[in-house]
């Protein structure tokens, strides 16, 4: 069994390196993370007192009656689990729920009413309080958190003030807003007050304290999210995935994204606000993913020649597109004769999950950066990267299509167990940069075998397109789960994984073969 530390390093190891290239360039952009008041937050919660799950954070909830929720600005999920944390409160039906958010100014509470009451619209409300002018982060998950506050709480209200900019009157903002709250209990004296307000608010001297002070009959819960030290003392944790810890008596941290997912966030937004134009570029962000599962298997992205490692991974990035050049992306994958029903799947899988690789012109398409997704895509990647992109190169198509499946160099069920290794790889990658992923299966699961592999493949090659995928998909990513689960044992190295990213599967049964030998390994390190 491995030991804590082990567990710990595992999962981190290549996160923290991706972590690292970010943090560098956000220091370069914002000389605010180096400010007393948010040193006094990053300092204030290095340990945690025991694990919870979700049953026992809504305990947590409901004996508070406010409640000060972190939020990290940049980051979707930390809005949207507020959205979630006060849906369910409401729904326990035994008090009223009412929400105060920082990103509206208190000035603007009349503009807040009137859509409250349906007077105006979303595009009226998001203009008329200067949300892109005066906040600048995502539209979507601040208004989805509205909305539920509209479809279950009592009421909503801005707790913010000038100056947002000047960290030395950031003080005098914690004082408003714990006024603002006090008088939001006496307007609504039976109710629970959910707060989301920006996360080195939440430090114990801040906010927590000055609202205490407001209020001192009123028992206060502070819930942080993703706290960074917190996140990588859970990583040691025997459990598959943490939810949340208990910090303190009246503190607790849920985690719903990891560290990397949080600051890449955050380098968007600056490299956005820096070009002022209409988009992200999410190119550095695919590139640092890249980089860092490279740095991560071992992999020298300036090898001169093949063998242990890919000749001049360097010169194979990807090129990257985002919404901005949608028009330049379908001319270049016209021109390599992919034809509109691809491009149009394609399309639909970059409209669920935000992002997608394409192999046939080594390009990738983002339209919304969603970690775990783009952890994937970004291992798909590699793995082709490291076989020398076969598809770009020599025309290979091992998608399961039916006019392919039983022709070219490579017949049917080689392109099965191709793509299955694909998906395992990419799976495994997954969680590597991103170990809050699910795990795919239970634990107790038993591990793969050959037979039930070889079952799995004629089952395959008896569908449509459709269902030769989801079965190379599912069971793929069953074997990249039980990769990932040997790796946390320590049965395996990172640099033996190489070896599985680097074979080429263009042999007639190599494939085959080099699936036998991982489930094998696998199995035996079951045993073992």
């Given at each position: 069994m491995?030991?804590?530390a082990?567990l710990r390093?595992?999962r981190s190891?290549?996160q923290?390196h991706?972590?690292?290239g970010v943090e560098?360039e956000?220091?370069?952009?914002d000389?605010h993370?180096?400010r007393?008041?948010?040193?006094?937050?990053t300092e204030a919660?290095?340990n945690?007192?025991?694990?919870l799950?979700s049953?026992q954070?809504?305990r947590a909830?409901?004996?508070?009656?406010?409640?000060?929720i972190?939020?990290y600005?940049?980051?979707?999920?930390?809005q949207?689990?507020a959205a979630?944390?006060?849906?369910r409160r409401?729904?326990a039906?035994?008090?009223?729920?009412v929400?105060?958010v920082?990103t509206?100014?208190a000035?603007?509470q009349?503009?807040l009413?009137?859509?409250w009451?349906r007077?105006i619209?979303e595009?009226?409300?998001?203009?008329?309080?200067?949300?892109d002018?005066?906040w600048g982060?995502?539209?979507?998950?601040?208004?989805?958190?509205?909305v539920?506050a509209?479809?279950h709480?009592e009421?909503?209200y801005?707790?913010?003030?000038m100056p947002?900019?000047?960290?030395?009157k950031?003080?005098?903002?914690?004082?408003h807003?714990a006024?603002?709250?006090?008088?939001?209990?006496e307007?609504?004296?039976?109710?629970v007050?959910?707060?989301?307000?920006?996360?080195s608010?939440?430090?114990?001297g801040h906010?927590?304290?000055?609202?205490q002070r407001q209020?001192?009959?009123?028992?206060?819960?502070?819930?942080?999210?993703?706290?960074?030290?917190?996140?990588?003392r859970a990583?040691g944790?025997?459990?598959d995935?943490?939810?949340?810890?208990?910090?303190n008596?009246d503190?607790v941290c849920?985690?719903?994204?990891?560290?990397l997912e949080?600051?890449?966030?955050?380098?968007?937004?600056?490299d956005?606000?820096?070009?002022?134009?209409?988009?992200p570029d999410?190119?550095?962000?695919?590139y640092?993913?890249i980089?860092?599962?490279?740095s991560?298997?071992?992999?020298?992205r300036?090898s001169?020649h093949n063998g242990?490692?890919?000749?001049f991974l360097?010169?194979?990035?990807?090129e990257?597109?985002?919404?901005?050049?949608?028009a330049?992306l379908r001319?270049?994958l016209?021109?390599?004769?992919?034809g509109?029903?691809?491009?149009e799947?394609?399309?639909?899988?970059?409209e669920e999950?935000?992002?997608a690789y394409?192999?046939e012109?080594n390009?990738f398409?983002?339209?919304?950066?969603?970690?775990?997704f783009?952890?994937?895509?970004?291992?798909?990647?590699?793995?082709?990267?490291?076989r020398?992109?076969?598809?770009?190169v020599?025309?290979h198509c091992?998608n399961?299509?039916g006019a392919q499946?039983g022709?070219?160099?490579?017949?049917a069920?080689d392109i099965?167990?191709t793509?299955l290794i694909e998906?395992?790889?990419?799976?495994?990658g997954?969680?590597?940069?991103?170990?809050?992923?699910p795990s795919f299966e239970?634990?107790?699961?038993?591990?793969?075998?050959?037979a039930?592999?070889?079952?799995a493949?004629q089952?395959?090659?008896?569908?449509?397109?459709?269902?030769?995928?989801?079965?190379?998909?599912d069971?793929?990513?069953?074997?990249?789960n039980?990769?990932?689960?040997?790796?946390?044992?320590?049965?395996?190295?990172?640099?033996?994984?190489?070896?599985?990213?680097?074979a080429h599967?263009?042999?007639?049964?190599l494939a085959?073969?080099?699936?036998?030998?991982?489930?094998?390994?696998i199995?035996?390190?079951?045993?073992g």
């Amino acid at each position: 069994m491995a030991s804590t530390a082990n567990l710990r390093s595992r999962r981190s190891a290549a996160q923290l390196h991706a972590l690292a290239g970010v943090e560098r360039e956000i220091r370069a952009q914002d000389s605010h993370s180096r400010r007393k008041y948010l040193r006094e937050f990053t300092e204030a919660f290095r340990n945690y007192d025991s694990l919870l799950d979700s049953e026992q954070v809504q305990r947590a909830l409901h004996a508070a009656d406010v409640v000060l929720i972190g939020d990290y600005h940049a980051l979707p999920a930390a809005q949207r689990s507020a959205a979630s944390l006060l849906e369910r409160r409401a729904i326990a039906g035994d008090r009223p729920v009412v929400l105060g958010v920082e990103t509206i100014f208190a000035r603007d509470q009349h503009i807040l009413d009137e859509w409250w009451r349906r007077e105006i619209d979303e595009t009226e409300l998001r203009q008329r309080i200067r949300f892109d002018l005066d906040w600048g982060y995502d539209w979507a998950p601040f208004y989805e958190l509205l909305v539920t506050a509209r479809d279950h709480a009592e009421g909503v209200y801005g707790l913010d003030c000038m100056p947002r900019e000047n960290l030395r009157k950031i003080a005098a903002r914690d004082r408003h807003a714990a006024a603002k709250i006090a008088e939001i209990c006496e307007r609504h004296p039976n109710a629970v007050i959910v707060v989301l307000f920006g996360e080195s608010h939440m430090a114990p001297g801040h906010l927590p304290r000055v609202l205490q002070r407001q209020l001192p009959e009123a028992k206060i819960l502070t819930v942080l999210q993703n706290v960074d030290a917190l996140y990588w003392r859970a990583a040691g944790e025997r459990a598959d995935k943490v939810e949340a810890v208990r910090v303190n008596h009246d503190t607790v941290c849920v985690f719903n994204a990891t560290p990397l997912e949080k600051y890449e966030s955050y380098r968007l937004f600056l490299d956005q606000w820096s070009r002022c134009d209409s988009g992200p570029d999410f190119a550095p962000t695919i590139y640092n993913l890249i980089d860092s599962l490279a740095s991560f298997l071992e992999i020298n992205r300036y090898s001169p020649h093949n063998g242990t490692q890919p000749k001049f991974l360097v010169d194979m990035l990807p090129e990257v597109h985002g919404n901005s050049s949608d028009a330049a992306l379908r001319r270049l994958l016209s021109r390599k004769g992919i034809g509109e029903p691809q491009l149009e799947n394609m399309l639909a899988n970059v409209e669920e999950r935000g992002s997608a690789y394409i192999p046939e012109v080594n390009a990738f398409y983002v339209r919304e950066f969603q970690m775990m997704f783009a952890a994937e895509d970004a291992t798909r990647f590699l793995h082709h990267a490291c076989r020398g992109l076969p598809r770009r190169v020599n025309g290979h198509c091992a998608n399961g299509d039916g006019a392919q499946r039983g022709s070219g160099l490579l017949k049917a069920p080689d392109i099965f167990y191709t793509r299955l290794i694909e998906h395992a790889v990419a799976y495994f990658g997954s969680r590597v940069l991103y170990p809050s992923r699910p795990s795919f299966e239970a634990e107790t699961s038993p591990a793969l075998s050959r037979a039930e592999c070889e079952k799995a493949a004629q089952s395959a090659l008896r569908g449509d397109k459709e269902k030769f995928e989801a079965i190379a998909r599912d069971w793929g990513y069953r074997l990249g789960n039980q990769i990932y689960d040997i790796y946390l044992a320590g049965k395996v190295k990172p640099s033996g994984l190489r070896r599985l990213f680097l074979a080429h599967l263009d042999e007639p049964g190599l494939a085959r073969r080099v699936c036998t030998a991982v489930i094998a390994k696998i199995r035996a390190a079951c045993r073992g």
